[in-house]
């Protein structure tokens, strides 16, 4: 890719933020806090008012009756505020998951965007392998030309240029499809992809201290074991509003009545509702919120096995590629350069076939690959440890790591 100096460059914390603001299943979630927010005040119980209008005799002369008034329906009082703390905890609930989506973007953006960068890494080594086989090439045809060496080796240096400069095309293919799914995570329209995007972090081996007890201390303040026991109580408050369902409901009336010429009265009528049929209605209720409480506790302990479950492949995958990483940086990573240029010297002095050369470049190459790869993968597992310990390990906002 370009890195001309009027391109735009976007770093990790840039990502985020915009995926901050544009996200659509964020911006769905925080429409969800918003309707259960409003839904407090009807959750009171108190209806809207009715006004009426009655009339009678009206083909009669000489007696007529008329009537208006207002009526307000309303919860017993308590049956209100049992309501009103279950719509309180159910707002609760809103908040703790548009909470944990939000940690859920900031970690998606940051694998897409360790892919983007993982990528960029693919398509050096890809051009670096071109170069390799070019020079390969040279070296094949300028032995070829002295009589050293026969044209089977020219043609099998052709083919390794061809294969790599497939390589290539196909690295370069996975990159745009990595700036594409970043962007989609992104919440950015296909309009506002710029080609002209440059990436200010990139994949360097920081080593990250992390032990396995301090993952695993945190996991039960994590969000999504603060999201289930919210949904638990939220669950047993409904046990207490379906009760309070026995309780009856209440009718105030105030009226004007007009019974002829010299017969005006007002009046006040107060009306309560009995539930009669407990066992049909009220009582089936208490029953599913019981149910539904019960499944909510054995939500409880299955999302905590899902954790900790989760948090440790997470650690242990963790360890292996940070282990990985240090095996190449204290032993491959040296042997396989110093064997890929021993070989190509001895080629080039006639000591050494060309199958050994090519040999000692699938070495070199792949040793390179599984380090970038390993790289990937240890940035990729400390992202998800982040969702279980309160703070960030990579991508931390300072810049490249």
Do not use: C
């Not at 009669?60 to 009756?65: I, K, R, T, Y």
């Not at 993982?118 to 040279?138: G, M």
């Not at 710029?194 to 032990?211: N, R």
């Not at 201390?217 to 509003?241: D, G, V």
């Amino acid at each position: 890719m370009s890195q001309a100096t009027d391109e735009r460059v976007i770093t990790v914390q840039d990502a985020i933020q915009i995926a901050m603001q544009q996200n659509p299943e964020l911006k769905y979630a925080e429409e969800q806090v918003q309707v259960q927010r409003s839904l407090i005040g009807p959750s009171w119980g108190i209806e809207s008012p009715e006004v009426y209008y009655f009339r009678e005799g009206m083909d009669d002369g000489v007696f007529s009756e008329q009537r208006w008034g207002v009526s307000q329906s309303v919860a017993f009082p308590l049956t209100g505020y049992l309501q009103q703390r279950k719509a309180s905890v159910d707002l609760d609930v809103a908040q703790l998951e548009a909470d944990f989506l939000r940690i859920r973007i900031r970690a998606d953006v940051k694998r897409a965007y360790t892919n983007v960068v993982y990528t960029i890494k693919k398509v050096d080594l890809a051009r670096n392998e071109l170069q390799l086989a070019e020079e390969l090439r040279e070296i094949a045809s300028a032995r070829l030309d002295v009589g050293e060496s026969t044209e089977l080796d020219l043609i099998q240096s052709d083919i390794q240029l061809n294969e790599a400069r497939n390589r290539l095309l196909q690295a370069r293919e996975m990159h745009n499809s990595a700036r594409y799914e970043l962007f989609r995570v992104m919440g950015t329209e296909p309009g506002g992809q710029e080609y002209g995007i440059s990436y200010a972090d990139t994949l360097v081996w920081v080593d990250i201290a992390l032990s396995q007890e301090e993952v695993l201390k945190e996991l039960s303040e994590s969000p999504e074991m603060l999201i289930a026991r919210k949904i638990s109580e939220s669950a047993k408050q409904k046990i207490t509003t379906e009760k309070s369902r026995y309780l009856p409901g209440l009718r105030f009336d105030y009226y004007y009545q007009d019974f002829g010429s010299g017969y005006d009265f007002t009046g006040f009528e107060v009306g309560v509702s009995i539930p009669l049929w407990f066992g049909v209605n009220e009582s089936r209720r208490v029953m599913q919120a019981r149910s539904e409480f019960r499944q909510t506790e054995w939500n409880i302990n299955k999302t905590h096995l899902r954790l900790n479950e989760r948090a440790e492949n997470a650690w242990h995958s963790y360890i292996t590629s940070r282990e990985a990483i240090l095996s190449y940086k204290n032993f491959v990573q040296s042997r396989a350069s110093t064997l890929l240029e021993l070989t190509r010297e001895g080629y080039r002095a006639g000591e050494l076939d060309l199958l050994r050369v090519l040999e000692a470049q699938r070495t070199y190459l792949e040793s390179e690959q599984q380090y970038y790869e390993s790289l990937k993968n240890y940035y990729e597992q400390l992202i998800e440890l982040e969702k279980y310990i309160p703070k960030e390990l990579v991508f931390t906002g300072g810049g490249s790591e």
